[in-house]
């Protein structure tokens, strides 16, 4: 028997996980750690500046978006990949997703190099894409204006 359930009030899930809780001998529970419109939105609500920035440009160059393009926006690589990081690690501690849930960015490195590794972009899947953009596109575009005033990295 499998159940995908969507939506519910916080009191619903409260419920429906301390009967599951009653049941864990005999259940076998797995967490979806899918990237949907939904958490991609909590994702760029809050998400670091520089991860949300970073998202948001890959979004807005379908998927894909060189380092040089990258560069040339102020963005800084050596922290963009912890900032992301970062955004999905504190999306776990704050229940928006489960853990073990994937970096909805990554970053692409020159092939040919293999002793020396510089970032050459960051991509998103196509599913993991037309999450994003449906939650950019959603609130129209907004994301780059929320939490500015936290820290780049942090």
């Not at 955004?87 to 190099?113: A, I, S």
């Not at 020396?116 to 894409?129: F, I, K, P, S, T």
């Amino acid at each position: 028997m499998e159940f995908r359930i969507s939506g519910g009030s916080a009191e619903f899930e409260r419920d429906l996980l301390a009967l599951l809780a009653r049941h864990q001998d005999v259940l076998s529970i797995e967490a979806d750690r899918e990237w949907t419109a939904d958490r991609a939105e909590s994702f760029l609500r809050t998400a670091t500046p520089l991860a949300r920035n970073l998202a948001v440009d890959v979004i807005t160059h379908h998927g894909f978006v060189r380092a040089t393009t990258l560069r040339e926006r102020g963005h800084d690589l050596k922290a963009a990949s912890s900032a992301v990081t970062k955004t999905v690690t504190r999306g776990v501690r704050e229940k928006l997703w489960p853990e073990g849930m994937p970096r909805p960015l990554h970053p692409e490195y020159d092939p040919e190099r293999i002793s020396w590794q510089q970032v050459q972009g960051y991509r998103m899947e196509a599913a993991v894409l037309e999450a994003f953009r449906t939650a950019y596109v959603r609130r129209g575009g907004q994301f780059k204006a929320i939490n500015t005033d936290r820290e780049n990295g942090s």
